[in-house]
T-cell receptor, first 114, second 110 residues
Framework: DSGVTQTPKHLITATGQRVTLRCSPR?????VYWYQQSLDQGLQFLIQ???????AKGNILERFSAQQFPDLHSELNLSSLELGDSALYFC?????????????FGPGTRLTVL | GQQVMQIPQYQHVQEGEDFTTYCNSS?????IQWYKQRPGGHPVFLIQ?????EVKKQKRLTFQFGEAKKNSSLHITATQTTDVGTYFC??????????FGAGTRLTVKP
């Protein structure tokens, strides 16, 4: 158990819908990262927050948005869903920003868009 | 943007054979991390390399960071079925955050 929690574990929805994925980082970690992993694919970095502020942006679509709240939990919002958005979405946390810290990954949320 | 490339994409070995995955960047990396993802699981941190030419060992796993800090490798000696999974490298390009390679999926035939 990494100490990072993600909810829900599974999500099935239809095209055009909007969903929210939630992540609670490890206690004491200020950075939260979001990744997308499609079937048999690598980890695509989406976005990073540090202590409530957006820190870095990767290949995140305009239909997707995220935020980190004062209690440091984070939410990833996916809207106007398409079939291709079906994937495993991981959240990871680290103590600091800057890339020298270990990233601890949550168990992921498996999103299926029908 | 700056990318971290990883090869091979897949590797199938007989139990007992060695395995190596390589990670390359066109630009200098501040550090490199290696993660392992078991089938159905999430990535788990293995190790971090920071110094030029650094070599670290964890039992049958040997990690190297190139002299120019642009490449890295993970070598597993005498693979076991427990080594099955996808191995990811993640490099920090100077002034940027960590970027993951595409991963190498290792399968081991008993």
């Amino acid at each position: 158990d990494s100490g990072v929690t993600q909810t829900p574990k599974h999500l099935i929805t239809a095209t055009g819908q909007r969903v929210t994925l939630r992540c609670s980082p490890r206690s004491g970690d200020l950075s939260v990262y979001w990744y997308q992993q499609s079937l048999d694919q690598g980890l695509q970095f989406l976005i990073q927050y540090y202590n409530g502020e957006e820190r870095a942006k990767g290949n995140i679509l305009e239909r997707f948005s995220a935020q980190q709240f004062p209690d440091l939990h984070s939410e990833l919002n996916l809207s106007s869903l398409e079939l291709g958005d079906s994937a495993l979405y991981f959240c990871a946390s680290s103590v600091r920003s800057g890339g020298l810290d270990t990233q601890y990954f949550g168990p992921g949320t498996r999103l299926t868009v029908l | 943007g700056q990318q971290v490339m990883q090869i091979p994409q897949y590797q199938h070995v007989q139990e007992g054979e060695d395995f190596t995955t390589y990670c390359n960047s066109s630009t200098t990396l501040s550090n490199i991390q290696w993660y392992k993802q078991r089938p159905g699981g999430h990535p788990v941190f293995l190790i971090q390399l920071v110094k030029s030419g650094e070599v670290k060992k964890q039992k049958r796993l040997t990690f190297q960071f190139g002299e120019a800090k642009k490449n890295s490798s993970l070598h597993i000696t005498a693979t076991q079925t427990t080594d099955v999974g996808t191995y990811f490298c993640a490099g920090k390009v100077v002034n940027n955050d960590m970027r993951f390679g595409a991963g190498t999926r290792l399968t081991v035939k008993p």
